[in-house]
């Protein structure tokens, strides 16, 4: 009896793919299952320590399809060097999930110049169009899928009482930024299909 075709639409047994962020809550959650579904999952961000408490004792003693790649996101020049050497090693991309976002500030501030909006952008929609810019040649070789995450914010306002009381209220440029993740994808999604 053959295999339905559906399951192999849902198999990434070996397949390689990159998770931007991929250390952090949302990010290590995907990975772990992707990881039980034997692919190949690479995970990039500046930080081998936070990457190491995150799977070193779950995962990466039972497990050798799981790497870290140090980089900053932010800077357009090692992220097209880092891809470029995935693409290199591994062949192809089959898959970037991007999750990666610097959220090192919290709260409203109304008087944010030129310079601290920039920022707040290059830590949010600059991470998501620099991979997925230097991803897209790694996925012409088999064809990829780009999944963007970009929270709820992406299309509703945040409720200042209820993140107040959770000590978690996102900088004004985060939803904005999100916003602009949900644009680009549908984007990318129409002019890459």
Known sequence: MNKPK?????????????????????????AKALLELNANVIIIGRNEEKFNEVFYNEIKNDCKNLYFRNCDLRDETEVEILFKKIIEQEGSIDSLF????????????????????????????????????FAIPGMLINGGTIINNCSLFSFLS??????????????????????????????????LA
């Open 6 to 30: 559906y399951k192999n639409l849902f198999n990434v047994s070996n397949k390689n793919i990159v998770i931007p962020g991929g250390y952090g809550h949302l990010g290590s959650e995907v």
């Open 98 to 133: 991007n999750t990666s976002i610097d959220l090192s500030e919290r709260g409203v501030n109304l008087d944010l110049n030129k310079a601290q909006w920039q920022e707040g952008f290059d830590k949010t929609l600059n991470i998501y169009t620099n991979t997925i810019r």
């Open 158 to 191: 945040p409720n200042p009482k209820m993140h107040l009381d959770l000590r978690n209220e996102p900088p004004i440029y985060m939803p904005a930024a999100k916003g602009a993740i949900l644009q680009m994808t549908k984007y990318y999604a129409t002019i």
